[in-house]
């Protein structure tokens, strides 16, 4: 297997693509050569329970993800395996010993990249539910549009395309919900989780030809994965019993 890298190594890695200094805190970067992108404008695409194993078993309905991303690193998901731990990790480059957030709606006083590209007159947005664990964990941090009527995947992403052709924006981050609600519902291996999968391919397509038009670097990640359980509440779980809750993706595109 190759290297396993931490999912608190993506806030040091986006600041770094951008040319901004984390602090001492940050966990370590993913050792990506910033040569090979074209833009230090950002845009990280991260599709709830997306996990490694997922993508590999979903391969025919994702012919754009697994072929034509210029690099592919595995991270590792922090444990609770839980959205707010992860999303805030990513954010903060902190564990969850250190940020100690385990729901969407706990305050925190951790530095996140957000913090940091404000103060470089940088600016930031969220596009996601306004019901998303990312909406409520960041609102306060960042810019964002009304979110009161976008409550699906299509509908966050209209706001992103928007927001990508609109060009005044350094980084955007922006979460997919679907596919996490769908697994829960039926499992992350069903017919209905792979017409998700299907849909989170064309929307990952469309970004990434935005993206190049408008002078963006695309990046695509997940805060967890998901595995099968057999319960009378639930066909699918991420409590990280399974491997294929901890393991996600971090990719890049640049077509």
């Given at each position: 297997m190759s290297e396993i890298f931490s999912a608190m190594s993506v806030a040091r890695t986006i600041l770094n693509i951008m040319g901004l200094k984390a602090p001492e805190t940050f966990a370590p970067a993913i050792p990506i050569d910033k040569t090979a992108f074209f833009a230090d404008k950002v845009c990280l695409l991260t599709v709830d329970s997306l996990g490694s194993s997922l993508i590999k078993h979903h391969k025919e309905k994702l012919p754009f993800v697994?072929?034509?991303?210029?690099?592919?690193?595995?991270?590792?998901?922090?444990?609770?395996?839980?959205?707010?731990?992860?999303?805030?990790?990513?954010?903060?480059?902190l564990g969850f010993d250190y940020h100690g957030v385990i729901t969407k709606d706990q305050k925190f006083n951790a530095e996140t990249v957000f913090?940091?590209?404000?103060?470089?007159?940088?600016?930031?947005?969220?596009?996601?539910?306004?019901?998303?664990?990312?909406?409520?964990?960041?609102?306060?941090?960042?810019y964002k549009q009304s979110l009161t009527d976008i409550t699906t995947d299509e509908a966050v992403a209209e706001l992103l395309f928007e927001v990508i052709k609109e060009k005044h924006i350094d980084f955007i981050w922006c979460h997919l919900l679907d596919f996490d609600k769908e697994s829960h519902r039926n499992g992350p291996l069903g017919r209905e989780a792979a017409s998700k999968i299907a849909q989170v391919d064309?929307?990952?397509?469309?970004?990434?030809?935005?993206?190049?038009?408008?002078?963006?670097?695309?990046?695509?990640?997940?805060?967890?994965?998901h595995h099968i359980v057999h319960t009378p509440f639930a066909r699918g779980i991420h409590d990280g019993s399974s491997d294929d809750d901890l393991f996600i993706p971090f990719m890049h595109f640049t077509c």
């Open positions: 697994s072929s034509k991303n210029d690099c592919s690193y595995t991270l590792k998901a922090e444990m609770p395996c839980k959205t707010a731990v992860n999303l805030l990790s990513q954010a903060s480059g913090d940091i590209m404000r103060k470089c007159s940088l600016n930031t947005q969220i596009v996601c539910c306004e019901n998303s664990t990312m909406h409520i964990l960041f609102k306060d941090k960042t064309f929307l990952v397509k469309k970004t990434a030809a935005l993206c190049k038009e408008n002078g963006y670097t695309l990046f695509l990640n997940a805060d967890h994965g």
